[in-house]
């Protein structure tokens, strides 16, 4: 099993790919990516199967959870309960953030 992740390269390689996500841990119990999104790039994900905690590395914007907008900022981070609607918007700079689930990535 792997023990050690470099985040910094997958935000790299995702600026250049199609995908605005990296799940790079996904156990029974847990899993564990990057998002990344460019300056005013659209957020598509669907609900979750788990819990989520995000933890916001850099960047700007807003969270919708539920129908509320959260300010998102460096060092915050944030918990959306499994099934709830939840989108990254309204970002002016990169936004760079890890995400925890408390169970698999499905």
Do not use: C
């Not at 995702?14 to 847990?30: D, P, Q, V």
């Not at 790039?41 to 199967?49: F, G, K, S, Y």
């Not at 907008?69 to 989108?87: L, P, R, T, W």
Request: aromatic share 14%; proline share 2%.
């Amino acid at each position: 099993m792997k023990i050690e992740f470099d985040t910094k390269k997958y935000v790299k390689g995702m600026a250049k790919g199609k995908s605005y996500f990296h799940t790079f841990l996904n156990r029974e119990n847990i899993a564990a990516g990057i998002l990344r999104l460019a300056p005013g790039q659209e957020d598509t994900q669907a609900l979750h199967d788990s819990d989520e905690v995000y933890y916001v590395v850099k960047g700007d914007g807003f969270l919708n959870i539920g129908g509320k907008d959260y300010h998102v900022s460096e060092g915050m981070s944030y918990f959306v309960a499994k099934n709830i609607e939840h989108q990254f918007h309204g970002n002016t700079q990169e936004l760079v953030v890890v995400y925890f689930f408390s169970g698999p990535d499905t």
